[in-house]
């Protein structure tokens, strides 16, 4: 198995290191939100079962030690601003850039809550399988022993029946469900699942702008953002149930690189809305007299058309239905040049620098040889458009003398849907255990693969020892650009996107990137080769 020449790294590199602030008062603590006015109050005096803090949230000692053990001791400004309202069970949408810890924000509070009864107690919905499996192991450490995770994603047969399996397990049904759209409609919209799913609890939408995708428009043109607010965008969601993609198998993820082919990725991530459909039913199959299920929506490009969406698909009357909008500071202070974007008013992280090389399309593989000799990353990741075939750049690559050179998907052990066969080569705790050790990989700068994926399963990966971040190719919207830009930069740190433009469109795009965010784009020319 390809995530297997990973296990053997050093331990996992700590999230955070700073102590608990000394003023933490052991009776009561605040949390102020001054951009809304709001002021949120935990009471954590000591009570049975809970007589700790994490910042704002009142935890058990069991889910203090978890949490330090999975190195969080303690919370950063998103999470300590988003944790108290999650807590109470209000509906929120977390809007802050990318690297500010938006998944601990909302993964602490929901699973640090006794889950009471039998069946799925919350539910995280992901667009990718790369991300669901990210997602589902920042979650593990953080759960009870007797509380079980199910990753609900496309593999191979072995893989999707252990999955079903451990759905219908009478003893020990999980408790938590992560998983991408279709596959958690297979799962879930069916006679043997549905009492298990009736008193779900919270509902996680992430990469929100991803799942909900907002419908086609004449306007192909990049998108322009205005002072606090961008215009609707395109081509954005999950992949749907089209015929390549049957309902009774997953369908409408990865089934390996020829999936993507030419330009119709845009087209399917236009057509259809599993996430909508997923909601919908859930919600018809709620048990009698149960209010609908808390919704968390996340991601670091929100516009007010995506909330009153979201406010809709819920049951709300506008906007306000989606939630409190909750944001964050950056890390580190922005010039004044940088502009701010969406209902949270959210900048492009100050501590990525940005660079193009341009030359022509028949020197994009010696262009990159030259991107890796100038900057030397030590823990790189190449982005490809969504038509371009993954497999085939990793043979090119290979080629070209980048043995380093592997699939994303491969890195994290999930096998293409063909590969039938038993064993553990689609097991969930394989995909894991391969995503822990590529977490170690670039954390420690040792063994680090160069990791290749496309725009959409590159969305919210956090492998925070990215250096560089190599686009090949410019991102047809600016959303694209913002997210893809962040997978370097986590949480403060300093890190460099590279594109590499082959074509006057491309180059026009990326200037038009450069005035909408206000940032610095150093251009490279490579035309002779």
């Not at 009736?198 to 939408?205: R, S, T």
């Not at 259809?272 to 490009?301: D, F, H, W």
């Not at 070209?400 to 038993?422: R, T, Y």
Request: net charge positive.
């Amino acid at each position: 198995m390809a995530a297997a020449c990973f296990l053997s790294l050093l331990p996992a590199f700590p999230r955070l290191a700073a102590p608990l602030p000394a003023s933490l008062s052991p009776a009561a603590v605040c949390s102020p939100f001054p951009r809304r006015a709001v002021y949120m109050c935990v009471d954590a005096a000591p009570t049975e079962g809970r007589r700790h803090t994490f910042g704002p949230l009142a935890i058990s000692e069991a889910m203090q030690a978890r949490l330090h053990a999975a190195g969080y001791t303690h919370p950063m400004e998103i999470q300590r601003e988003a944790m108290p309202l999650i807590a109470e069970g209000r509906n929120v949408v977390l809007h802050a850039a990318t690297g500010s810890g938006k998944t601990l924000a909302f993964l602490a509070p929901l699973l640090a809550q006794p889950f009471e009864g039998r069946g799925v107690r919350v539910l995280i919905v992901s667009p990718s399988q790369e991300l669901a499996i990210q997602l589902a192991a920042d979650a593990q450490p953080l759960l009870a022993e007797d509380a079980q995770l199910l990753l609900a994603i496309s593999t191979n047969e072995a893989g999707e029946r252990e999955q079903e399996e451990a759905l219908l397990r009478p003893a020990v049904a999980p408790r938590v469900i992560v998983g991408t759209p279709q596959r958690l409609v297979d799962l879930l919209i069916s006679p043997k699942a549905r009492h298990l799913v009736g008193g779900i609890q919270a509902v996680v939408l992430d990469e929100v702008d991803l799942l909900l995708p907002p419908s086609p428009t004449r306007d192909d043109q990049p998108p322009r953002f205005s002072r606090g607010e961008p215009s609707r965008s395109r081509g954005r969601g999950e992949p749907s149930r089209g015929r390549g993609a049957r309902m009774g198998r997953g369908g409408g993820e990865r089934r390996g690189a020829a999936q993507y082919i030419g330009g119709s990725i845009e087209r399917r991530l236009q057509s259809k809305r599993t996430t909508e459909y997923l909601l919908e039913s859930l919600l018809r199959n709620r048990r009698p007299g149960k209010p609908p299920p808390q919704l968390v929506s996340c991601s670091a490009t929100i516009t007010a058309d995506l909330r009153r969406r979201i406010g809709a698909l819920i049951g709300g009357d506008g906007k306000k239905g989606a939630g409190v909008v909750v944001t964050a500071a950056p890390a580190h202070p922005s010039p004044a040049r940088l502009k701010k974007y969406g209902v949270g008013a959210v900048q492009i992280p100050s501590t990525i620098s940005h660079s193009a090389y341009v030359g022509l399309p028949s020197g994009e593989l010696s262009m990159l040889k030259v991107v890796f000799e100038e900057h030397a990353p030590e823990a790189p990741l190449l982005v490809l458009p969504n038509g371009r075939s993954v497999s085939k750049m990793v043979a090119a690559l290979r080629d070209a003398g980048f043995d380093g050179a592997i699939p994303l998907v491969e890195a994290l052990g999930v096998p293409l849907h063909s590969d039938g066969g038993g064993g553990g080569g689609g097991s969930q705790a394989a995909m894991l255990q391969g995503r822990a050790a590529l977490q170690r990989a670039f954390a420690t700068r040792e063994a680090v693969p160069l990791l290749v994926t496309t725009e959409h399963s590159a969305r919210g990966v956090d492998l925070k020892g990215v250096d560089v971040v190599v686009l090949l190719g410019v991102p047809r919207h600016l959303e694209a650009y913002v997210h893809l830009a962040g997978r370097t930069a986590r949480e403060g740190r300093r890190g460099r996107a590279v594109s590499v433009v082959t074509s006057d469109e491309e180059q026009l795009r990326l200037d038009t990137f450069r005035r909408e965010l206000g940032i610095t784009i150093e251009s490279v020319e490579l035309k002779f080769l």
